[in-house]
């Protein structure tokens, strides 16, 4: 971990333990997510069927990875990705998909009342939501577009210069860790 910075050791921590409490995600935790989505948002048909389709996918790109290995390897590997100029593409993709999952009436926005269920999928605090909602809307015009959220996905992936980031995108982050033991102390 030794030359890594530390915010961006806590962004990616907080990604990681907000897809599962040990910190390591697996397929079906996607899947618990996308059923938490469209149980909370009440979707039906298209929109259900989108949400299940993308996530899905998310968790067949992570299935070639090996899941025992710990949360701080795997930290070790999102920071290899980070400096493969190759894999921005990749991630640019999935924050766009992300993005189609989220826009519930496929009106080419993300309303706060679809953004929502995103923040009470991952059991996050609801109150919360608005500030992050607010953060990624950076025209002020009430509702977030994909260049929006691709843009707030990328710079909380690849940003790891800005250590007093408003960004949080996966929720509050994490404050301390060590690298033996799940911290799950937030601010
Ligand atoms: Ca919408
Ligand atoms: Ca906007």
Known sequence: MEGIPRIWIRKISTLLFACHPDGICKPEDFMIKADRIIKSANLRGHAADTV???FRGFGDGIE?????RTWSTRILDCWRILRNPTLIDCHKELFANMFKALDFNSDGFIQFSEYIHWWKAFDLDPSLARIQFDYMDTDYD??????EFVDA????FFNFTDGNTKNRFYGPLIFELTFMCNVRSRY
Not at 64 to 68: D, G, R
Not at 142 to 147: A, F, N
Request: aromatic residues 6%.
């Open 52 to 54: 299940v389709d993308i």
């Open 153 to 156: 996905g990328m710079d909380y």
């Open 64 to 68: 070639n990875l090996s899941i025992s």
């Open 142 to 147: 009430g509702e977030i577009s994909e260049k």
